[in-house]
């Protein structure tokens, strides 16, 4: 996953990989950060592709994912 800039392609792909759908990961993070995200507000926001880093961060945490920022070489 390499250079990619679309983070919907990102979630889906993670999803994919792991067997589960979005609606569980959005389950898995209310349950671990005790949040209350619907379903419908996450789609629009992966959408729009306007998702907060934090977000994101906690997201991919609840599922056992960080994220490495690293400078190019």
Partial sequence: MESVKDIKKVIIDICYQEGITRRDLIAV??????K??????FTKTLSNNNIK???LVDLLDSIGYT????KKL
């Fill in 29 to 34: 993070y209310n349950k671990k950060y005790n």
């Fill in 36 to 41: 209350n995200l619907l379903e419908q507000t």
């Fill in 53 to 55: 880093f934090n977000m």
């Fill in 67 to 70: 994220i490495d920022i690293r």
